[in-house]
């Protein structure tokens, strides 16, 4: 006659394989998932502007003026990059399209987005969802009725690194096309959070080296002639100078604002300047940064899987020596009749 086990040990039996689970699960759990999180593809805020009240604008974006007009007028300029992310995408890559404007506030608000557009940029490219930089081929839409040229896009631009540290980074310029370096300038409070600024800083910067097809590279300069002679006619290159402030929320690396104070101007071979494309000092407005900060911090928090592991291992190592203990004790032999 077959000897049925006491209930007490069938349970034990059990109890014993349920903690040698737990106890392997809690071991290979930071091997399955990993702490940190990729940029989710469907974030809220995609756009950061930088807004100046008071630009000052040269003749070469001013397609109706003539020779009587001023040089340069002031109004108010806005640049904004816009982030879409999608397919095809996986755990460590995602499709990005990236529009880069700089427009005429004032223009677009009487006379719609067309007429206070003076620039506009479309760029396609792979990214790491992690450390924010380019992957795969680039391309680039810049003027209007072409098709989209290749093109590189080289250091931080979308986002710096996950855990950015206090240290310097390459960050890309648009006009430029290439990156210039950052230095790691200061830590700051805002609404509670630790941000990092980076600045980075340009002068006299050749547009002709990275950007040799920008349809504002040149510009003619003709001076009047001695003693009523014919005037000499030269051409100017577009150059930039100034600097730029990037802050970034370090746990995610996503930049929340960025400042810039920049002067892009036409330069004769001698590096004397000869007239003005845009002189640009503004910033991210307040509502936005408090925005971007809000949804970087949330994507900046890691998965509690180190936590989640202790706790299977401690609690499997529980079960697993009390249930040791109740399946290996000696059973008590019944009495004899």
């Not at 805002?190 to 600045?199: A, M, N, T, W």
């Not at 990275?210 to 003709?222: D, E």
Request: net charge negative.
């Amino acid at each position: 006659m077959v000897r049925m086990l006491p209930k007490s040990r069938v349970l034990s039996i059990l109890a014993l394989g349920l903690g040698c689970i737990l106890l392997g699960f809690g071991f290979v759990l930071p091997r399955l998932v990993d702490a940190d999180r990729p940029v989710p593809l469907d974030l809220g805020d995609t756009q950061l502007t930088v807004s100046d009240p008071e630009a000052t604008i040269g003749k070469a974006y001013l397609a109706t003026a003539g020779e009587k007009d001023p040089d340069v007028i002031t109004g108010p300029v806005s640049r904004n990059v816009a982030v879409t992310l999608g397919d095809p995408s996986d755990r460590d890559e995602a499709a990005a399209t990236v529009g880069v404007t700089t427009m005429r506030d004032d223009m677009a608000e009487s006379m719609g987005d067309q007429a206070g557009l003076l620039d506009a940029e479309i760029w396609t490219m792979s990214v790491d969802r992690y450390s924010g930089e380019a992957t795969g081929d680039v391309k680039v839409a810049d003027t209007l009725g072409t098709p989209a040229g290749e093109a590189t896009v080289d250091g931080q631009w979308l986002k710096f690194p996950e855990n950015t540290e206090q240290t310097g980074y390459p960050f890309f310029d648009t006009l430029l096309r290439r990156a210039v370096p950052t230095s790691f300038d200061r830590s700051e409070e805002i609404d509670g959070h630790e941000v990092y600024v980076f600045r980075q800083e340009m002068d006299t910067e050749p547009v002709m080296e990275g950007n040799p097809h920008h349809m504002r590279l040149t510009q003619n300069v003709t001076t009047e002639g001695k003693d009523g002679g014919p005037g000499k006619s030269t051409v100017s290159t577009l150059h930039r100078s100034g600097t730029r402030e990037i802050t970034v929320e370090p746990s995610s690396g996503m930049i929340v604002s960025v400042r810039e104070d920049l002067h892009d101007y036409y330069a004769a071979e001698d590096g004397a300047e000869t007239g003005l494309l845009l002189d640009l000092h503004g910033e991210t407005p307040e509502e936005d940064r408090g925005a971007l900060l809000s949804q970087a911090v949330e994507v900046g928090e890691d998965r509690p899987v180190r936590t989640w592991s202790l706790v299977c291992v401690v609690i499997g190592a529980i079960v697993t020596v009390a249930a040791g203990v109740v399946t290996l004790r000696p059973q008590r032999k019944g009495r004899k009749e």
